[in-house]
Nanobody
């Protein structure tokens, strides 16, 4: 059983930065991929970024590429989402997730089985 705990959200002005963390427990961290999704009020949960178990990166090109980076610290069982040049439209609850097929990273939330509780990010204009 994989458990995920996000942290690092908060209120920031447009143009600012935040770093989200997702601490994982259970399973073998180095063998599974992880994704970050976000859900704005009244909207569906959508993909933001993922890191494969081999360290490859996947980004939602339109909305976050060039501004967000994803990384992991295997020793700490933690994945990070560094968010720069934040915009009001980045306001959402951010969730980290692990795929049902642990090593397969996709952009579809339906492929992810384990989810954290979410952390709120609010960007003011």
């Amino acid at each position: 059983q994989v458990q995920l705990v996000e942290s690092g959200g908060g209120l920031v002005q447009a143009g600012g930065s935040l770093r989200l963390s997702c601490a994982a427990s259970g399973g073998t961290f180095s063998t599974y991929s992880m994704g970050w999704f976000r859900q704005a009020p009244g909207k569906e949960r959508v993909f933001a970024a993922a890191i494969t178990w081999k360290g490859g990166r996947i980004f939602d090109a339109e909305s976050v590429k060039g501004r967000f980076t994803i990384s992991r610290d295997i020793a700490k069982n933690t994945v990070y989402l560094q968010m720069n040049s934040l915009k009001p439209e980045d306001t959402a609850v951010y969730y980290c997730a692990v795929p049902e097929k642990f090593s397969v990273a996709t952009m579809s939330k339906d492929d992810y089985h384990y989810w954290g509780q979410g952390t709120q990010v609010t960007v003011s204009s």
